[in-house]
């Protein structure tokens, strides 16, 4: 096991009075913190990250829910031209239009929506989110998603699973403070258009 994970999990054991393995195995542990780290993405947005979306000839829309994400910050793309969102109920207004590359956007039903739809091949839109789900779930050997900035809460998010009244103060504060700082990027920021 990591030396974070570690860590985490004997500071939920040392807070629940459960310094033996036997009563919270690793694994009941681990499950508990993805379902807690999937809450503290949800309410405090503090992951942004960015993902490519490659257009095709043809192609309207392209599948985003793998990517669990709750708000599009930003996007950029390849061909240097902003496009513009357009809220889904008057996207069918839009959805005919002709060109080679898209000018409008939208999302819905886990999709983003281009129009005109692409002509040419290989173009890209890098689109900048908040995640709110875990892509990857902690284990033995993959650490928290989360930033080492949220393993307080991490840790009292799981105590307050099994103890709320005693833990649900400390969890809450936690998630105040997160929220409070800096929004933590997992890769280079960039600049452009406002979602």
């Known amino acids: 096991m990591n030396d974070r994970n570690k860590e985490i999990l004997t500071d939920i054991r040392r807070n629940l009075n459960q ?3 036997q009563t919270l195995r ?5 499950n508990d913190c993805n379902r807690i780290q999937k809450r503290i993405m949800f309410i405090t947005h ?3 990250r960015q993902f ?3 257009l095709k000839p043809g192609k309207e829309d392209y599948d985003i829910f793998n990517e ?3 708000k599009i910050n930003r996007w950029f793309t390849s061909w240097n031209e902003d496009l513009l969102y357009k809220d889904n109920f008057e996207w069918e207004k839009y959805r005919q239009l002709d060109g080679t590359r898209p000018e409008y956007m939208t999302m819905f ?3 983003i929506y281009f129009s005109p739809i692409p002509t040419l091949d290989g173009d890209t839109v890098s689109i900048w989110a908040n995640q709110i789900g875990v892509i990857t779930p902690m284990d033995n050997d ?3 998603e989360l930033p080492e900035i949220c393993d307080e809460a991490l840790v009292y998010g799981v105590c307050q699973l099994y103890d709320k009244n005693k833990f649900i103060d400390d969890f809450n504060r936690e998630l105040a403070l997160i929220t409070s700082q800096v929004h933590h ?4 920021n960039q600049t452009g258009s406002n979602w």
């Open 19 to 21: 310094l033996s393995q």
């Open 26 to 30: 690793d694994g009941q542990l681990f």
């Open 46 to 48: 503090c992951i942004e």
């Open 52 to 54: 490519k979306i490659v």
């Open 68 to 70: 669990k994400i709750i």
């Open 109 to 111: 039903g886990g999709k």
């Open 142 to 144: 993959t650490e928290p």
């Open 185 to 188: 990027k997992s890769s280079k």
